[in-house]
């Protein structure tokens, strides 16, 4: 496929069409419309530069492993959920907004660096990949409820001290062991960290909490054996 100033892949442009294998994109820019791509299932890895990604454009396409993909712009709702063998994250750089289960069950990563230019994440947006360390950038101050719960091979959490806020049941079921919340937060939601540390020791050992924190949910922290600095 190949455009002039600027391509545009409209709604349900190729929809399961699982014999499609191949793709090559243009060297510039695109918009994918939602499922424009969904149910490839035999979609190998390809690259792609887009300002937009609608919602769903690539539900259930699980065999790029190891596609290079830069998104500009945004990313919509369940854009690449259950790409389950999905094995390197998209350059994000200059993203604002990562819609609601984006990538929910669609990543194998070691390490998922958020950039600072993103402003928000959707619910679930992150739920039940397989992650082992999550770094969340400075331009995201609410992470909303349930965004990365049962991520169960996450071990560490490094969070920027742009962060005012961390919603219901946002990190449940988790790895960790130790938590250092960042200067400046003011709220944790309901169970946000319930049930942590499922590598085995099922606890969750050393928590840091801030001065800032005016708010601490319901079973914040609960099924953990817990030691809380303030």
Not at 38 to 50: H, K, P, T, V, Y
Not at 211 to 225: A, D
Request: with cysteine; aromatic share 10%; net charge negative.
């Amino acid at each position: 496929y190949n455009g002039d100033l600027r391509a545009d892949i409209d709604v349900y442009g190729f929809e399961l069409t699982d014999q499609l294998t191949k793709i090559s994109f243009p060297n510039q820019p695109v918009d994918i419309g939602a499922c424009a791509f969904s149910g490839m299932r035999n979609l190998s890895d390809f690259n792609l530069i887009a300002s937009k990604i609608g919602d769903a454009a690539f539900f259930e396409c699980s065999s790029f492993i190891n596609s290079t993909i830069t998104v500009t712009e945004e990313i919509g709702e369940k854009s690449f959920a259950y790409c389950s063998s999905f094995a390197r994250f998209p350059n994000l750089d200059g993203t604002w907004k990562i819609g609601k289960e984006a990538f929910h069950n669609g990543l194998n990563v070691g390490t998922l660096r958020i950039p600072d230019s993103v402003k928000e994440i959707g619910k679930d947006a992150f739920a039940e990949c397989l992650i082992a360390k999550l770094i969340i950038g400075k331009g995201l101050v609410d992470i909303k409820d349930e965004t990365f719960q049962n991520l169960t091979t996450i071990t560490e959490i490094v969070f920027s001290e742009g962060v005012k806020s961390i919603g219901n049941r946002a990190f449940i079921n988790t790895s960790i062991t130790s938590l250092n919340l960042p200067e400046g937060l003011e709220s944790i939601g309901v169970h946000a960290f319930d049930n942590s540390g499922l590598d085995g020791n099922n606890r969750l050992f050393n928590v840091t909490i801030p001065e800032s924190v005016t708010k601490i949910g319901e079973s914040c922290f609960g099924n953990n054996l817990a030691i809380i600095e303030m």
